[in-house]
């Protein structure tokens, strides 16, 4: 099992090892007039027959270079350095001159700074202006049909891993735009996986402002780590799309894909038909394939739209899923005004079995409570989103929107469970079985206005939503327990008592919710600004929750008042609040406070009860930010929030689902206060990929609201929420990465700790927990285009935990998480590849047995036609057969196990054709040499 890990973990270091080159060229750069050493200049080598980018590195300290991992060849050296003219010189490698030293190289000023440097016969692979890093697609290598990621990858301190997520200097990129806009969505993997590479003029990296700071001029802040795809002026009219089928034994998964774009209008449609963890539009996919995440937002408030119904496998049993979507965007009238349609249908059916194992610390002893559960779940949804907005002039802009969808749930789930004192005393059986059926229908629509004042960062926004919500369900309660006796031993179980619930639940309810918010900003002087807004707020909700036992006659007609309520509540609330921004130089400070005022208004009808609450909700916050450099920064952040009782924690429901676990409410609870600081260092080395990021976090929270549990003799435990007024439960997580380029290689470690300390009420008794972790991460990964590519990182970390109420029994250990994945590119149009995971957890003082599992899934594909569109394939996925599903948690004074089936090992045959047709009736323009 592990030797199979490791031999693959050394194949793919081998393949790195011994395909490196030993030819190099080194120098050094200087101003022979001013006898000053360049240090930080570019240093490139290109290939001389095409000008494709082969090695990149910077002058250091001294001005000194190497360029190293060269081959056999004719190539260019080209030397660039703001203001000075590019320095090139062709040069030659062979067997008897494996390396060339330069020496002295002169660098010449220039009359004038330069923002671009252009060179005759040559393509500049990397231009750096201001805080944006542009790419020329033209120096990079580009394969027939490889796409955008394929072109990415040859970036510096650009890494793409095996799911397509893209990380630059250490931090993960969160769009992709195409020329300045969102391309079917804002998920990243939609352009770099679809789009092809030839069709690429530049790319650019940058942080891209938040669409307030956009819009105010007023800097937040808030940044997104973005990549501007520029195409080529030929290439921004088409289509794109894919076909896939895969068939297995007891396995199958199908999709379709296909995208019309022109510059204005875009037509997008999707579905998937599969038994594997492809689920189609979780997340991610549906802004994969066409449907944007409608947002609206000003300062200070935001309503989304979009995934919340979307259905997700968490691995959990053997999903069968289906999905379908559609999206329309539609630009006119020069641009300004936007319709964009999104529709969406799918369902999934899951049927699996877990067995649980809980653990649970009294002052006594403990508790273990051992279950096994059968479960049938289906869902299946439905949602339509529209939003227009219109550009009224220069300065306001109007946008609105509507969202509806609904949602029908079945679930049956069978349990089977025994509780034992201190492991080996019988304290109950239960056996239950509960069926729940379900419908969900939600409307919701959203105004938001935006106007720039004649003064610079002088705006106002008025953002207004209201939302209607129903939810009604039928489901039934079969349960048998049986308690034993405390002074019950294996061989004369003595029965203290038993309780059988037959009961017929209905639940219905039904809710609006109003929100306006008013966000106005004034600048004060040129580095000073105030941002101010108000909300008002009112949410209107009934929810009736009925318990039936059978009558006599055998209908469910008597109603259980203890497990039963029907009650109206009316929330308002009202929220201020003011943000300071300076900005000046390399500095950036926000600092200010948002109060709110919320009245919370219950009546209980059964008992004629009226529960009203008031709360002070205060949320504070300091943000400071100083940029060293374009490639520099720290950034340190506090933010207070207060945390209201939720309406559960308040209401003194009972409910009986679970009847060895029963919540009961508490009115009298107070809200919570949390204090959290963050700090960051990042700083980072375009063209040798170097960077470093370290950050840091503390969170303390006061007036906590906790758990407040009582276990009786049975095994029988009832919860309560209540305020803790002279502890403060706390956590903090520091961490560091580091990395950089050594040759063909992006190598990198880092590590970190992080801990908890939480606290609960058992039995009367304050309980505290203390958990850390403290951990390390090793890896490296390579490309080289239509060669190889490898992935590895290694992971060990150290858990302690411990609750104070049974420091004998804690859950220490170790645990290893170790990924690798590799392909190769063989001649003839074939690929292999394998990924592979190796996971490990000690066995503890909690739990006697480690746990132990190495997945390994592995395929050979074969391209097929001149653009290498169709792709035959047969894959294995999980090829040991160990992929058993398991998870281990630790919460309050409680220890988790579960085990559970999930997807196994199995063959699949594939056919994937990816079809493109880019810049269809467009004229394509002669290119012309550009010079000096």
Not at 731 to 739: D, E, G, L, T, V
Not at 786 to 796: A, E, N, Q, R, V
Not at 809 to 833: T, V
Not at 859 to 880: C, P, Y
Request: hydrophobic residues 30%.
């Amino acid at each position: 099992m592990k030797t199979a890990i490791f031999g693959f973990i050394f194949s793919v270091f081998a393949l790195c090892v011994f395909g490196q080159n030993p030819y190099l060229v080194k120098g050094f750069v200087i101003d022979p007039a001013e006898n000053i050493k360049l240090e930080n200049t570019s240093i490139l080598v290109m290939n001389a027959k095409d000008s494709t980018l082969l090695n990149f590195t910077r002058a250091d300290n001294n001005g000194n270079f190497t360029v190293d991992n060269l081959k056999q060849g004719d190539f260019i050296l080209l030397l660039s350095y703001p203001g000075y003219a590019d320095y090139s010189e062709p040069f030659k490698l062979d067997s008897v001159n494996k390396s060339i030293d330069f020496g002295k190289v002169d660098m010449v000023l220039k009359s004038r700074l330069l923002a671009e440097v252009l060179v005759k016969g040559t393509a500049n692979a990397i231009t750096i202006k201001g805080d944006t890093t542009e790419f020329n697609a033209v120096a990079y290598v580009i394969q027939p049909n490889s796409k955008v990621e394929d072109l990415i990858k040859q970036f510096p301190g650009i890494e793409v891993d095996k799911d397509g997520k893209i990380t630059a200097h250490g931090e993960t990129i969160t769009k992709v735009l195409v020329d300045g806009e969102e391309f079917f969505g804002d998920d990243p993997t939609l352009v770099t996986k679809n789009l092809r590479a030839d069709m690429v003029d530049k790319v650019q990296l940058y942080d891209k402002k938040s669409d307030q700071a956009t819009f105010t001029g007023i800097d937040d802040g808030v940044k997104d780590k973005t990549l501007n795809i520029k195409l080529k002026e030929d290439k921004k009219k088409g289509y794109f799309g894919k076909l896939s089928a895969g068939v297995a034994k007891g396995y199958y998964e199908q999709q379709a894909m296909a995208n019309l774009f022109t510059a204005r209008q875009k037509l997008s449609v999707y579905g998937t038909n599969s038994n594997t963890s492809t689920t189609g539009l979780n997340w991610r996919d549906s802004q994969r394939f066409g449907e944007s995440n409608t947002s609206f937002s000003d300062d200070g408030y935001m309503i989304s739209y979009g995934s919340r119904d979307d259905i997700s496998y968490n691995g959990q049993g053997i999903p069968e899923t289906r999905s379908t979507a559609a999206s329309y965007e539609n630009k006119w009238d020069s641009n300004k005004k936007t319709f964009n349609l999104n529709y969406k249908l799918g369902d999934m059916e899951v049927n699996g079995y877990r067995d649980n194992l809980n653990q649970r610390n009294l002052p006594s002893g403990i508790t273990q409570n051992v279950s096994h559960n059968v479960f049938r779940n289906y869902l299946s949804r439905q949602r339509l989103n529209a939003t227009f907005t219109n550009k009224i002039d220069s300065t306001s802009t109007i946008k609105l929107g509507i969202s509806a969808g609904t949602k029908h749930t079945k679930s049956n789930d069978d349990f089977d469970s025994e509780t034992y004192k201190n492991n080996d005393i019988l304290q109950n059986r239960n056996k239950r079985t509960v069926d729940n059926n379900g419908d969900q229908q939600n409307v919701e629509a959203n105004i938001l206005w935006n106007k720039k004042l004649k003064k610079q960062r002088r705006t106002v926004s008025i953002n207004t939503s209201i939302a209607y919500n129903k939810n009604n369900s039928e489901g039934y309660l079969n349960s048998e327990n049986i308690f034993f006796n405390p002074s019950s031993t294996d061989a004369n179980l003595i029965i203290d008592s038993m309780v059988n619930i037959n009961q017929l639940k209905l639940n219905n309810s039904e809710g609006t919710n109003f929100n306006t918010n008013v966000a106005y900003t004034e600048p004060i002087t040129k580095s000073l600004s105030l941002v101010f807004n108000y909300r008002f707020g009112l949410n209107n909700r009934t929810s009736n929750k009925q318990s039936l036992n059978q009558s006599g006659s055998g209908r469910y007609d008597q109603l259980d008042s203890l497990y039963s309520n029907n009650f109206e509540l009316q929330e308002y609330s009202n929220e201020a609040g003011a943000i300071f921004n300076y900005k000046k130089d390399k500095t950036t400070l926000n600092f200010g406070t948002k109060v709110a005022h919320v009245d919370f208004n219950q009546i209980d009808t059964y008992t004629k009860t009226r529960y009203d609450r008031n709360f002070i909700n205060l949320n504070p916050q300091v943000n400071y930010q100083y940029k060293f450099s374009n490639q520099e920064s720290f950034r340190v952040d506090y933010n207070g929030s207060s945390r209201q009782p939720g309406i559960y924690d308040i209401q003194p429901i009972r409910n009986n689902t679970d009847p060895l676990n029963i919540y009961i409410g508490n009115p009298s609870l107070k809200p919570s206060f949390n204090h959290r600081l963050n700090a960051s260092y990042n700083t980072y080395k375009i063209l040798n990929s170097r960077y470093l990021y370290v950050s840091g976090s503390y969170s303390l929270t006061e007036n906590s609201i906790v758990n407040k549990s009582t276990t009786d003799s049975v095994g029988k435990t009832t919860y309560q929420s209540v305020n803790l007024s002279d502890k403060r439960p706390n956590n903090y997580n520091m961490y560091f990465n580091f990395a950089r380029k050594i040759g063909p290689i992006n190598g990198g470690f880092g590590g970190g700790v992080n801990g908890n300390t939480y606290y609960n009420y058992v039995n009367g008794e304050l309980n505290k927990g203390v958990s850390n972790s403290y951990f390390i991460s090793l890896n490296a990964s390579a490309y080289r285009e239509s060669k190889y590519d490898f992935y590895i990182t290694l992971g060990p970390r150290y858990k302690t935990g411990y609750s104070s109420l049974q420091k004998n029994i804690n859950n220490n250990g170790w645990e290893l998480f170790n990924r690798a994945s590799f392909n190769i590119y063989l001649p003839l149009n074939f690929e292999f590849g394998a990924d592979g995971e190796y996971q490990y957890q000690q066995k503890t003082s909690s739990f006697d047995t480690s746990f132990e599992r190495t997945i390994i899934n592995s395929s050979i594909r074969k391209k097929f036609f001149k653009e290498k569109n169709l792709v035959a394939s047969v894959s294995v996925r999980d090829l040991l057969n160990q992929n058993v599903g398991f998870n281990r948690s630790a919460y309050d004074n409680s220890i988790s196990q579960s085990s559970y089936n999930t997807i196994r090992r199995y063959f699949m045959f594939s056919l994937i054709w990816d079809f493109n047709k880019m810049g269809i009736g467009s004229k394509v323009k002669t290119p012309t040499k550009e010079t000096e």
